[in-house]
């Protein structure tokens, strides 16, 4: 409604000229990749048997991880935003390191710990399990990486919403359980959704800690990055083929993302809809879309 | 009913308070009195230093502190004496200024909440909660979101909600503060009707809110009690200024002479018949419109003067209020411009005998 009237601001000319080049630093590159694509042997090149292997082994991965995502990541979250303890700022930052982490030390971290001679690959050896160099140290590499985008997101969120409707829930006889159930939970859904669209996406790129971690076996641990690196070196056409595949897979997750953070910004934008078309509202509500 | 000693260093409070099955108590205090940590120590968001409190048999907490249990030493052995019962179990339900209704369920699910919580199943909660939008006569809100509601339309639902929780004490925080003055009356009247046999207590700084609300009333400031008793009297003669200033009284205080009274600035005032013997302290309020304002001209033969100079002229209505310091006078606006009042004018309040009533402080 506001974005349609014309509006004075106050942005200089050279910020947006700055800005305009900024912009097309991002997008010329993806517009170049996109007129290299050998468009002919497209539907070949991107269904030949290794590259839809990665593929589904990207998925399958990524899906996994951003599973675990979520069900570390909420409570991580959670005790953050809600508890305080001693060294909670230092957990914080330890807790979000992966993020600002090379990838590659990820996996030589992750190697040192789940390794066959790494602090925990001893115990998993006399299991008789092995991780490194399986499909599960892949997941386990993809959710070291995208864990923090989870928790990062969901925890502002949580500040956000603040604690005075889980205060009143709990006056109201509600168990603790129950407030994050029916209270809290629901009011951080879309930052949650947010989070984990952001999470699966890390996953699906996910490169460094994977090679490094998991190695590079068709079928077993080559994700589809993995598979886009080996093919530049004998057939970019089918690297560049695969790279626009993932492209499109980030600008659909992107785009997402802009949904449910439309669905955040709605939520604030409630009470002045709820004068203009209370009828609609309530339409929409009672589909609960 | 509800047993009530509690400390908290860092806010300065220090209060010990009891209601009894069915009564309510209105707390009355400015700003930063200590009201809102009183009902979040008894709603248990908020722990104490030390203390102890009681709803009926159930403890809600119980806190010895150091001075209590012994030296430092002692109590560090055993820390897990400190009894402490979590929110959800006590039985005290919370309404605050703001109606804080789930944004995301809908009005019915909203009041049905404590209901759900208590275990009851969804049909029978929502039948509940039906009942109790009816009590509020909001039963025609049941389907909206919060969104779509009103100021005070929110606040019935969210009254509807904590009695719906079926609480053995109800906590309000200033419940009608935040809303309009057009639709308070209706509101004060509606929780007047649900309050009654009620446990509650109602923290406002309203004074209006305790005569309708309250059986008892109890004065606060910066974390501890300045004077407590029934409605009536604590308005009608109040000891502490503050309580003066919300009855909207004029306050002297001082000592009780043959004549009258001499106030604590050494002013004699004569009163009305009174028996408490000479010497004692005392104590009367006057109403700002019984008091007159002079410049030049003799008071009335008897009355008493207080010499002050002139803060502050306001408008109230059809008078305006002469403000001198703590003491004022509601005087006709004709009568300011006779007397062509501005502020920092030294005048003369007069006080006629027979409207200043002593009592004991």
Redesign the interface.
């Known amino acids: 409604m506001t974005r349609a009237t014309r509006r004075y601001s106050a942005v200089p000319r050279w910020v947006i000229v700055l800005a305009a080049l900024g912009a097309c630093f991002t997008l010329l590159p993806l517009v170049a990749m996109a007129t290299r694509v050998n468009w002919g042997d497209f539907g070949a090149l991107i269904t030949s048997e290794s590259s839809v292997d990665a593929l589904l082994l990207s998925l399958r991965t990524s899906v996994s991880a951003t599973v675990l995502c979520v069900v570390f990541g909420v409570p991580m979250a959670l005790v953050l935003a809600r508890t305080s303890f001693p060294g909670q700022r230092v957990l914080r930052a330890l807790v979000l390191l992966p993020l600002v982490l090379p990838p590659v030390i990820g996996g030589i971290a992750l190697l040192a710990t789940f390794g066959r001679r790494g602090l925990l690959g001893h115990t998993f050896e006399v299991l008789g399990i092995q991780i490194a160099f399986s499909t599960t140290a892949v997941v386990i590499a993809q959710t070291f990486v995208a864990l923090p985008f989870l928790v990062v997101s969901l925890e502002g969120a949580l500040r956000v919403a603040g604690t005075?409707?889980e205060?009143?829930?709990?006056?109201?006889?509600?168990?603790?359980t129950?407030?994050l159930r029916?209270?809290t939970l629901?009011?951080v859904l879309p930052a949650l959704l947010s989070g984990a669209v952001l999470s699966f996406a890390r996953a699906l790129g996910e490169f460094g800690a994977t090679l490094t971690f998991a190695g590079s076996l068709q079928g077993v641990t080559r994700t589809l990055p993995l598979e886009i690196y080996l093919q530049r070196e004998t057939d970019p056409d089918a690297a560049v083929a695969l790279s626009l595949v993932l492209v499109v897979v980030a600008v659909l997750v992107v785009g997402l993302t802009l949904r449910t953070g439309s669905v955040d910004a709605g939520?604030a934008r409630?009470?002045r809809?709820?004068v203009v078309t209370?009828a609609r509202?309530?339409h929409s509500?009672a589909d609960g879309s | 009913m509800l047993t009530f000693d509690a400390r908290v260093d860092a806010r300065g409070f220090d209060l010990a308070l009891d209601v009894a099955e069915g009564e309510t108590v209105a707390i009355l205090g400015p700003n930063g009195a200590g009201k809102s940590t009183l009902l979040s120590l008894i709603?248990?968001?908020l722990r104490a230093d030390e203390g102890s409190a009681a709803l009926g048999s159930t403890v809600l907490f119980d806190q010895p502190g150091a001075s209590r249990a012994g030296s430092r030493a002692e109590s560090r052995g055993r820390p897990g004496t400190a009894a402490w019962l979590?929110?959800?179990?006590?039985?005290?339900?919370?309404l605050?200024q703001e109606a804080?209704l789930?944004?995301?369920l809908?009005v019915l699910d909203n009041v049905a909440?404590?209901p759900r919580?208590?275990g009851v199943s969804t049909t029978a909660a929502r039948a509940t909660a039906r009942e109790w939008l009816a009590e509020v006569e909001a039963s025609d809100l049941a389907?909206?979101?919060p969104?779509?509601l009103s100021g005070g339309q929110a606040q019935r639902v969210a009254i509807a909600?904590?009695l719906a929780?079926n609480?053995r004490l109800l906590l309000l925080d200033e419940p009608l503060a935040a809303l309009d003055i057009a639709v308070a009356p209706a509101l004060r009247r509606m929780l007047r009707r649900v309050l009654v046999g009620r446990t509650a207590i109602v923290v406002t700084h309203e004074v209006l809110d305790a005569v309708t609300f309250a059986d008892r009333v109890v004065v606060m400031s910066r974390g501890q009690i300045l004077e407590q008793g029934t409605t009536h009297d604590v308005l009608e003669r109040p000891r502490h200024p503050f309580t003066a200033q919300l009855a909207g009284l004029n306050l002297l205080t001082g000592m009780r002479t043959a004549a009258g009274m001499r106030t604590d600035a050494g002013v004699e005032i004569a009163a009305g018949p009174s028996d408490l013997a000479e010497g004692i302290a005392v104590a009367a309020a006057v109403r700002p419109g019984a008091v007159a304002v002079l410049r030049d001209g003799s008071p009335e033969p008897g009355a008493g003067v207080i010499e002050v100079v002139v803060t502050d002229l306001e408008p109230r209505g059809d008078v305006v209020r002469v403000r001198a310091g703590e003491l004022s006078a509601d005087v006709p606006p004709a009568r300011i411009a006779q007397l062509d009042l501005v502020p920092g004018d030294s005048v003369r309040f007069a006080l006629r005998p027979d409207d200043v009533e002593l009592y004991a402080r």
Do not use: K, M
Request: no cysteine; aromatic share 6%; net charge positive.
């Open positions: 005075r409707y205060a009143v829930a709990s006056t109201l006889g509600a168990r603790p129950t407030v029916r209270i629901p009011l939520l409630r009470p809809l709820a209370p509202e309530t509500a | 709603s248990g968001l979590a929110p959800h179990l006590r039985g005290v339900a919370l605050s804080l789930f944004p995301h809908s909440f404590g919580s208590a389907d909206r979101r969104s779509q909600r904590a929780a609480p």
